[in-house]
């Protein structure tokens, strides 16, 4: 009798399937963190991942394809521990935008360490045809989703501060990486930190400036309905 699609043995199926895309991405990590992409040998990567060739390309197409894999996978865990930084902040009732963006930064920073065999290998240049300009179109969409989450108006000054406070990151993230020490790193970290509220300062100004012209303009208004009912 032919086992029911979902059942039992479509569940060990797909647990083994995981589990054997699992493997190759860790054996492609610790290989290309040696060698780099361009010296890396597929054979080493199944050697070490105890699988075969043929498997490595059933799941995953080549060498550049396990590299993008590791990269796409190195991105979704910074953006999602930061989005989970940003958001526990805000449940905690932070509503300064500057210090929603702060714990944000903290947590990519961490995690630049915390993964710094892979942000070394993502930065130094050694990737697949089109890997810069994945990297680049990436990092236009991290500009704009960190000009949302300041509230930053579509002003020259603003998008620069934007683009300022983005690259301050980015390159804290390098110096984090290159660290020898977990100290070492959270000296940088805090500097960082320190630069970003420097320079966040004209984003905090212009939302501190729009709240009270708000609060203003709210109290003229009461002011006014104020007068006509007691005219009325």
Do not use: C
Request: no cysteine.
């Amino acid at each position: 009798m032919a086992r029911k699609p979902g059942g039992k043995s479509g569940s060990w199926e797909w647990s083994r399937t995981a589990q054997t895309r699992k493997s190759m991405l860790q054996a492609a990590r610790e290989v290309f963190s040696e060698h780099g992409f361009a010296d890396a040998n597929v054979a080493d990567v199944v050697a070490r991942a105890g699988s075969s060739v043929g498997s490595l390309y059933h799941h995953f197409g080549g060498k550049t394809e396990l590299f993008l894999a590791l990269y796409e996978e190195h991105q979704a865990a910074h953006e999602e521990a930061a989005a989970a930084s940003v958001a526990a902040a805000k449940q905690a009732g932070v509503k300064d935008p500057v210090e929603l963006f702060i714990a944000g930064a903290r947590a990519f920073l961490e995690g630049s360490w915390q993964r710094r065999d892979l942000a070394r290998l993502f930065m130094d240049g050694d990737g697949p045809p089109g890997f810069e300009l994945m990297r680049r179109t990436r990092g236009r969409e991290w500009v704009r989703q960190n000009a949302v989450l300041l509230g930053a108006a579509n002003t020259p000054t603003d998008r620069l501060t934007v683009s300022v406070l983005t690259s301050v990151i980015g390159e804290a993230g390098r110096e984090v990486a290159m660290s020898e020490t977990e100290e070492e790193a959270q000296e940088v970290v805090e500097a960082a930190i320190a630069l970003i509220r420097r320079f966040g300062d004209p984003l905090a100004t212009h939302d501190a400036a729009t709240d009270a012209a708000t609060d203003a303009a709210t109290g003229v208004m009461g002011a006014a309905d104020d007068a006509e009912a007691a005219l009325s």
